[in-house]
């Protein structure tokens, strides 16, 4: 894992998340207005973020669950979809990734990676 940030902090992961969370939402909500004229459409299902490599017993394994992040089955931290209100699988894969990319950015995390699936 290579840190952008100087040292982070609980304070650099909090406002990293303001800014993923920003643009994941302005990313589903573009995609929703050009390709479902501004509403809900399309397969139904889920998106999320997952960070491998982190410890969640580290302190930034703590910080990231401090903002909604929790340990998933395979052993990445993940971040279920709060960026999208609705079931387009594609608007909150749009969202997820670009929460992704603010994250790694930000913080630095090379292995940030979205996720979807169909429900």
């Known amino acids: ?5 100087t040292v982070i902090t609980e ?3 909090q ?8 643009a994941a939402h302005t990313a589903a909500k573009a995609f929703a207005d050009k390709h479902m004229n501004g509403r809900d459409g399309g397969a139904c299902g889920f998106s999320w973020v997952d960070v491998y490599g982190v410890r969640s017993n ?11 992040f929790s340990k998933s089955y395979t052993g990445s931290m993940q971040l279920w979809n709060k960026w999208w209100h609705g079931q387009s ?6 969202g997820a990734t670009a929460y992704a990319t603010v994250l790694k950015q930000e913080l630095g995390l090379d292995r ?4 979807s699936r169909l429900d």
């Open 112 to 115: 940030c990676y979205s996720g």
């Open 89 to 94: 699988v594609d608007a909150g894969e749009h």
């Open 58 to 68: 580290s302190k930034l394994g703590k910080w990231l669950q401090s903002v909604g």
């Open 15 to 22: 406002q990293a998340h303001v800014k993923a969370l920003a």
């Open 11 to 13: 304070q650099v992961v």
């Open 1 to 5: 894992m290579q840190a952008i940030a």
